[in-house]
């Protein structure tokens, strides 16, 4: 089982707190990507959807999984871990925005590697997310 890497970059016309709060909202992220992910569990930090949140999220064809956030930065930064019922391991997201002249860039990278010794198994599942997530963020653009 090989480890798998995806990395997605894109700039929005919108100012950096308006593209942090949608990509790090977890309803709208959920809207986004037209798929139910329901916080679960509150940050007790000044954000609802900060470190110690946790959601859920039903993908198709997949089991109902857990994903919790490790790192916050209001405008800058989201790192979170698949925390429960996933067939991935070692997994990290990490979404990190800067401010690009009142443009917003998003710089979004996720590590992940398959539990089970399936052939082709993390090839499929990260060409699932890049084609998933990389919609979520045109229709977000497409928004500005």
């Given at each position: ?11 929005f016309n919108a ?96 590590q992940l590697e ?20 990389s919609s979520a ?8």
């Amino acid at each position: 089982m090989s480890v798998q890497n995806i990395t997605l970059i894109k700039e929005f016309n919108a100012p950096i707190d308006t593209v942090f709060e949608a990509l790090t909202d977890h309803a709208t992220f959920g809207e986004l990507m037209s798929t139910p992910i329901t916080r679960i569990v509150d940050s007790e930090s000044d954000s609802v959807n900060g470190v110690g949140s946790i959601r859920s999220i039903k993908l198709p064809l997949a089991p109902l999984f857990e994903e919790t956030v490790v790192s916050y930065e209001k405008n800058k930064l989201m790192e979170y871990t698949i925390s429960k019922g996933s067939p991935i391991k070692n997994h990290m997201g990490r979404m990190t925005f800067t401010d690009n002249d009142g443009k917003t860039k998003l710089h979004y990278t996720i590590q992940l590697e398959p539990k089970l010794p399936i052939p082709f198994l993390g090839s499929i599942i990260k060409l699932g997310l890049e084609k998933s997530i990389s919609s979520a963020l045109d229709k977000l653009a497409s928004r500005y």
